[in-house]
């Protein structure tokens, strides 16, 4: 089935929640029962308290979502996409489940912290008899609504949804407490509901190291289940961007389009300014052709006159000489 908005978006956050709260994943909300160091203890505790939010704000978004599609659908609009009415049942019961395991984590982590306690082992039985009740539970809940495939999201693993049941029988009873404080603590976290099908906790001083260390790691690459939060909100500030982008856009084409205008304006003056010096030059050449003209008929003038002027004196001398000779 190909996921659709909001049903991929949903289903997305419903993984990340799910994959925060199961205690056989790398990286768990479980607290560690083995001993740790006190250098390395309120590490641990920050850590874990921010996965804690992290996974409750992922829950509110679900229940967010869980209300959107309930009042949509009590105002008559049909769910989007291939959304029906038993897959939202069905993620609300998810839902239910995730929170009942966070708060059970929560409660479980707060009264290991008030009595620093270590519990102990969970007897075998009582672990093989929840197993096999979850998997009997698990096979008819696949029997009588067959799963759906679900795209994996980007940097995790695709995690299988457990059955709505809480891990309160997982957890120590007050009979295998090693500490009168600790049983109390862990009697009263406990919330009423099915045995869980997840397997406990390490029990050892290996597992809690390897748990800090998981834990560290977590930290140094980022939170990788933090992804589909982070990339909601980096969606956001992209389309923000995007607007802002787009009116910075409006604006440089509309301050180009008035710069446009002034340049035809400026190109239509350096027309007209053109072409004015080339009336000026198609004078100023017409006024040098006359002048020419009348220098060169001022020469000739010039030379006539000399010419005349040797004509008047030759004749004179002849005048006088013939005068003489008579």
């Given at each position: 089935?190909?996921?659709?908005e ?114 102990a ?5 009582i ?40 891990a ?5 009873t ?53 992804m ?31 710069y ?17 010096q ?13 002048a ?21 004196a ?13």
């Amino acid at each position: 089935m190909v996921m659709q908005e909001p049903l991929w978006e949903f289903d997305s956050f419903l993984r990340c929640v799910e994959a925060l709260c199961d205690p056989e994943a790398e990286d768990t909300l479980a607290p560690s029962h083995g001993g740790v160091d006190d250098n390395n203890a309120e590490e641990e505790e920050e850590e874990r308290e921010i996965l804690i939010n992290k996974a409750k704000a992922y829950v509110d978004k679900l229940n967010e979502m869980l209300q959107a599609l309930e009042r949509n659908a009590l105002a008559g609009e049909e769910y989007p996409g291939e959304l029906t009415e038993g897959i939202v049942n069905e993620y609300r019961g998810r839902v239910a489940t995730v929170q009942q395991l966070l708060k059970q984590t929560f409660l479980t982590t707060s009264s290991l912290h008030q009595s620093h306690a270590l519990p102990a082992a969970v007897d075998p039985t009582i672990l093989e008899e929840t197993i096999q009740r979850a998997q009997a539970h698990s096979l008819g809940t696949t029997a009588s609504s067959p799963p759906q495939p679900q795209p994996p999201l980007d940097g995790m693993a695709t995690t299988p949804s457990p059955p709505p049941a809480a891990a309160a029988a997982a957890e120590p009873t007050p009979a295998h407490t090693s500490h009168p404080a600790a049983s109390a603590g862990a009697t009263s976290a406990m919330p009423p509901g099915p045995p869980s099908p997840f397997r406990p906790p390490p029990q050892d001083d290996h597992a809690s190291s390897s748990t800090s260390i998981r834990l560290r790691r977590r930290r140094d690459e980022g939170g990788g289940l933090g992804m589909g939060r982070v990339s909601r909100e980096g969606e956001g500030d992209t389309e923000q961007m995007k607007d802002e982008l787009v009116g910075l856009a409006e604006e440089m084409k509309g301050a180009a389009h008035r710069y446009r205008q002034v340049l035809q304006k400026d190109n239509l003056r350096l027309r007209d300014t053109a072409a004015t010096q080339q009336r000026h030059l198609d004078r100023v050449q017409s006024e040098n052709k006359r002048a020419r003209k009348l220098r060169r008929s001022g020469d000739m003038s010039f030379l006539m006159a000399m010419l005349l002027l040797v004509i008047g004196a030759v004749v004179f001398c002849f005048m006088v000489m013939f005068i003489i000779v008579m």
